[in-house]
């Protein structure tokens, strides 16, 4: 179900449309509500989030998927911080109902992208990943030439293990692995039917780009941020506190 948060602003030609999924629980974060409304250097971590795809200038619409008892928080949130409307423009433009599954809640905002005629790109992200910032999401676009999708990653510092039952079965070479973060960016059209075959298939991914890997589409990775940290437990609630002042 997909509710308007605003005008659309008039349709342009190939849209690039953000996916904010803020649809967590917070379970293990202990946050009553979801990590996403937890205060961050005075403000919800979903502020920081939704701000940063405001001020990217590769964006023409940002999408927010969150629960359904979380509606009116979201809402009051793009209001406060003034998301819908800046400098006259507006840039949140849908607020979408969201899943069981992260995966669930993305193909929500999908069908609701599909109300923008002209989507050419859709960038996935997680609302409880605050530290990301607008230079991050337009590399992320416009890298996306001559494969199906970008994602933004770091190299992995440490060796790492592939473990069954507790004990290793392989050691992967480090020099190709990579930590995943998001932003993501893919073609929609393509994104849309990888979505729709894993549904058909009951297959659930952790990412998006695994569902695009998993159909043969080319992926291609760029270097992210070490910043770009996921709010999962309260520590890295402290550590994104001490990235934002040492920001400012």
């Avoid at 308007?4 to 509500?33: C, H, P, S, W, Y």
């Avoid at 923008?116 to 590399?139: C, M, N, S, W, Y």
């Amino acid at each position: 179900m997909a509710i308007d948060a605003g005008d659309t602003g008039g349709e342009t030609t190939e849209m690039n449309l953000a996916l904010i999924v803020a649809a967590g629980k917070g379970t293990r974060m202990g946050a009553e509500g979801g990590k996403q409304f937890l205060p961050l250097a005075g403000k919800p971590v979903l502020a920081h989030t939704l701000a940063a795809f405001q001020q990217a200038s590769s964006i023409d619409a940002i999408i927010v998927i969150t629960a359904e008892e979380n509606f009116d928080r979201c809402l009051s949130v793009i209001d406060t911080y003034s998301i819908i409307k800046a400098n006259g423009a507006n840039r949140a433009n849908r607020i979408v109902i969201g899943g069981a599954e992260r995966q669930d809640s993305v193909y929500n905002g999908l069908q609701a992208a599909r109300e923008f005629e002209q989507a050419k790109v859709v960038v996935v992200h997680d609302g409880a990943r605050p530290l990301v910032t607008p230079r991050l999401i337009d590399d992320a676009i416009v890298n996306l030439v001559e494969c199906d999708g970008v994602v933004v990653g770091i190299p992995a510092k440490d060796t790492i293990k592939l473990v069954d039952d507790g004990f290793v079965i392989e050691t992967p070479d480090r020099s190709k692995t990579w930590q995943v973060q998001t932003p993501q960016a893919f073609l929609f059209e393509p994104l849309l039917r990888a979505h729709e075959k894993a549904r058909a298939e009951g297959f659930y991914g952790t990412d998006d780009s695994m569902l695009m890997e998993r159909y043969g589409s080319k992926i291609k990775v760029i270097t992210g941020l070490e910043e770009n940290i996921k709010i999962t437990t309260p520590i890295d609630l402290v550590l994104a506190e001490a990235i934002l002042k040492n920001r400012a």
